[in-house]
């Protein structure tokens, strides 16, 4: 809901281009710092337990938003955000590791990307009209309206762990942070190879929702137009998240994973020759056609790499890899464009998306197991 305004927000509120992607920057930072923490806290009191403070932190945190009047306040806030959001997002992830079969894995987590694309069709679309309408801040209340309700959903129907917390709670007892760190070392080529490409991945993805808002503004979209654009683009991936996820179950992980890394870092290559409305809708099409074929691509890396009986473990050090991606994101998004214009930014980002296509698939071994 707050995708398509949140820069358009910051920059509203007095900030430049480069202090913007600096503040963008914030959230992905948060979730950067938070995976390792939160797969901590997951392990000590249990997953329905950190997704219910999660999401009733992530409320509190919109509403602050909401009455925040200078751009730099604003970075502390999406740095919560960025850090319940991941908390939320590993102990859910953990479990459809526990829950879902390796070989239908991809189809599952693929369906609950489509599920999370759902809800992205429709917030930028929501979010760019109240912005258009009532105001940037209104959206920001809506927003923790729908965390709320959130709440309400995990409260009933996730199920509920502590059992199964209270016959491993011995174990977490140990040094949490020696058991990441050696695992880290025993899994450290994985780490280069695949989360390098997982990385760059991130980093592609997450410049596409700061450089793409900014671009659509600079030759004269509205708010609520970009908003439109951003929910479209979901749909559009909203239409390949099943499809992604059945060719990951039967022909292989990086059958999607390549070439969704290509088509994306093709749109910001051919971004700086979108100079209409028209081209530029076309082209962000494009790109959610790339970003749809990979739908669930590294939460199904992880879950399959993630080793049995450390996966929350594995899982937050994964979620840290990934999210380095997205913290340098919109900082480097913001100084190539501060420094050299928006359109210099994105050669630099389909650099960074090419390099991982080459990483995955000369490097990274695939993890579907058959049989």
């Not at 200078?70 to 970075?75: N, Q, S």
Request: aromatic letters at 8%; charged letters at 15%.
């Amino acid at each position: 809901m707050i995708l398509p305004i949140l820069p358009l927000h910051i920059r509203a509120l007095g900030a430049g281009l480069s202090q913007t992607g600096i503040i963008m920057a914030m959230f992905a930072l948060g979730s950067l710092a938070g995976s390792i923490p939160g797969g901590m806290i997951i392990g000590r009191i249990g997953k329905k337990r950190v997704m219910l403070a999660a999401v009733a932190l992530e409320a509190l945190l919109a509403l602050t938003a909401a009455l925040v009047g200078r751009p730099w306040l604003m970075a502390p806030v999406l740095l919560g955000l960025g850090m319940v959001h991941t908390v939320f997002f590993l102990a859910r992830l953990a479990y459809f590791r526990e829950l879902v079969p390796g070989n239908r894995r991809g189809r599952a987590l693929s369906l609950l990307g489509g599920e999370t694309r759902m809800g992205s069709s429709l917030g930028p679309v929501i979010g760019g009209f109240v912005a258009d309408w009532l105001g940037f801040r209104a959206t920001f209340v809506l927003f923790a309206a729908f965390s709320s309700a959130v709440l309400a959903l995990v409260a009933a129907f996730v199920p509920d762990d502590g059992r199964q917390l209270r016959d491993r709670s011995a174990q977490w007892r140990e040094n949490s942070l020696r058991r990441t760190l050696e695992l880290l070392r025993d899994h450290r080529h994985t780490f280069v190879t695949a989360g390098f490409a997982v990385l760059a991945l991130k980093l592609v993805r997450e410049a596409r929702k700061v450089l793409f808002p900014l671009w659509g503004d600079s030759i004269g979209m509205s708010a609520s137009g970009i908003g439109v654009l951003f929910g479209v683009a979901y749909l559009v991936e909203l239409a390949l998240f099943y499809p992604a996820g059945s060719i990951m179950d039967r022909w292989g992980r990086k059958k999607t994973a390549i070439p969704c890394m290509l088509v994306l870092s093709l749109g910001f290559l051919l971004l700086p020759l979108a100079r209409t409305p028209v081209l530029f809708v076309l082209l962000a099409a494009g790109a959610a056609i790339g970003n749809g074929i990979g739908a669930g691509i590294n939460m199904t890396l992880g879950t399959d790499l993630a080793p049995q009986g450390r996966i929350v473990e594995f899982l937050a050090l994964w979620r840290t890899v990934t999210d380095a991606g997205g913290a340098a994101s919109p900082a480097i998004v913001g100084f190539a464009a501060a420094g050299l214009g928006l359109a210099a930014a994105a050669p630099v980002i389909a650099a960074v998306g090419f390099s991982g296509a080459v990483v995955m698939a000369l490097a990274v071994e695939e993890t579907l197991r058959r049989g």
